[in-house]
């Protein structure tokens, strides 16, 4: 059984937030969510690939490969 309970680290231990929902002796992963935000990433610029992408003309042409199917 998978569970996700939310909680938060504090000078080396962890604080659940509510109750865990085993009683006997589990096996736990933990992933510590770090707020990085800015930190090491470029701004999205709207508009940034403009001109790089291209649509071929005979995007929605039936491929040669499936007519035995149409």
Not at 19 to 29: E, G, R, Y
Not at 32 to 55: A, W
Request: hydrophobic share 35%; glycine share 10%.
């Amino acid at each position: 059984m998978l569970a996700t309970i939310k909680g938060y680290y504090d000078h080396g231990q962890i604080i659940l937030q509510e109750d865990a929902p085993v009683s006997d002796k589990t096996a736990v992963i933990i992933t510590f969510l770090t707020d990085e935000s800015g930190q090491g990433k470029t701004k999205r610029m709207p508009g940034g690939l403009k001109g790089k992408v291209s649509i071929p003309d005979d995007f929605d042409q039936p491929l040669a490969d499936l007519k035995d199917y149409m």
